[in-house]
């Protein structure tokens, strides 16, 4: 996992302080790993039956990031076709001597775009805008994104600022190439239609030495931990037992744990409404069994009150309430769940946006519109998990954040495959199977997020036709 931070301007004027790099020396290496990645694109990806030199169009800003630009521009110039285009002047001194440098090449900065380039780059804005663009930006974005060519941003797409919140016009990217270290704001849910494909660059030092303490990671493949089996002595019961409530929409469940069998779990027990027409690879009980090692609760529940009812009578068990227990879809809507949160040992929460603002209200913590929660969800799930830090929450959305005490984990392999009735209890099956085989709370779910994605990209569905129950079966095959 990759560290993730709010800002990096302090971390870039600790790197020119600590190792003496001022006078535009991170400037330079900046633009040096853009012209490295744009000499990568052009010598694998793109093919020309012409003779001319591929055009790249660099359009800059007057700040930084047009200095990025600037600099960009003179050290792609003998390679290819360079077009700088600038519609306002430099302001920033670095800005100022990077535009310099390029007139002193004899390098002409234009005013208008081409419609057509082989690579365009927007280093408009840097590291996040403040307050709202004019009427000149707004119009020269729409042109940039009308441009027909490979787009990149250059540190993080023109339009979005500081919370990955986009402007009514926003540059909308194939890929952002960012600078030094991971920004927050390239992994709010609104900014993944913006960014493309996230690429991160060094400075030119390495990585431990800039990057400084952070409590927000980027998670990948590489930290899934699948519940593969090594011994070969083993029973069952080895890989745990997984009870889950079932309440008035049965197929919730069903699908729940349908994914957990798939997913590892040694044996699944469905407890509570009779099932019709009910699978046998799974035992079926109206009394609590003794043995379990995880608990599910809440999909397909319902909210009539004779069924909350029965939530919480189920809930009022030692039992449960020691094990890793996943909560889910309607429990979480509950006013009294929040009181009931303390008491639990190991509980693990899957909200989506709806149900999490439920969860925020019903704590005290403030009653916050949807449109709220997704501009600002690393806010407002670390004040959650601030308040409840023995829990883990997994917060649903195009970049699920996993929150746990005062760290936050971000899955970047989700898809819009996943935006189906049925996915989320998979994914809290999921979790359920991996908390019965002993893992602990945290690790359980992050990696059954990963895996919960990758399973979804497995299917090789179009992106209209992944079902809930293909995606059960899918885990399987990780």
Known sequence: MEKIFDSVRELDKRAEEAFN???????????????????????????????????????????DNGGDGFALARMLADLYCVRVVSVKEPKSPLCKLQRERLELLGIPVSTELQERCDILIDAVFGTGIRGSLDAETSALIERMNAVQGYKIACDIPSGLNGFGIPSPVTFRADETCTMGALKTALYSDAAKDYT?????????????????????????????KLPH???????????????????????????????????????VTVFGSPVPAAPFDFMYTQQLPEN????????????TPDMQKQAFEFLSYEQVRECPLILDADILHNPELPKLLPLLKKPILTPHPKEFQSLLANSGLGRFSI???????????RLFCGVFPHAVTVLKGAYPLIGCGNRVFVNP?????????G?????????????????????????????????AKMLH??????????????????
């Open 461 to 478: 569905t179009a992106d209209y036709g992944l079902t809930a129950s293909s995606l059960a079966e899918a885990v399987a095959k990780l």
């Open 413 to 421: 392999l989700g898809t819009n495959a996943l935006a189906k009735a």
């Open 371 to 381: 449109a709220e929660i997704q501009e600002h969800r690393f806010e407002y799930l």
């Open 21 to 63: 790099l001022k006078n535009g020396v991170l400037m330079e290496q900046a633009a040096r790993g853009m012209a490295e990645r744009i000499r990568s694109i052009l010598s694998s990806y793109l093919s020309y039956s012409h003779k001319e030199l591929p055009l790249v169009q660099i359009v800059c800003g007057s700040g």
């Open 229 to 267: 089996r090594s011994v070969q002595n083993t029973h069952k019961m080895s890989y745990g037992h997984g009870l889950f409530f079932c309440g008035e929409k049965t197929g919730a469940c069903m699908l729940a744990a349908s994914a957990a069998l798939h997913f590892g779990v040694g044996l």
């Open 423 to 455: 996915t989320g209890d998979v994914l809290s099956g999921m979790i359920t199977a991996l908390g019965a085989q002993g893992y602990p709370p945290l690790e359980a779910a992050y990696t059954a997020s990963l895996a919960h994605a990758e399973a």
């Open 196 to 224: 493309g494909t996230i690429h991160v660059f060094s400075l030119g030092l390495p990585r431990r030495c800039y990057e400084g303490e952070s409590d927000t990671f980027l998670l990948s493949a590489a930290d899934m």
């Open 292 to 303: 379990f090692s995880a608990a599910m609760l809440g999909s397909g529940l319902g909210r």
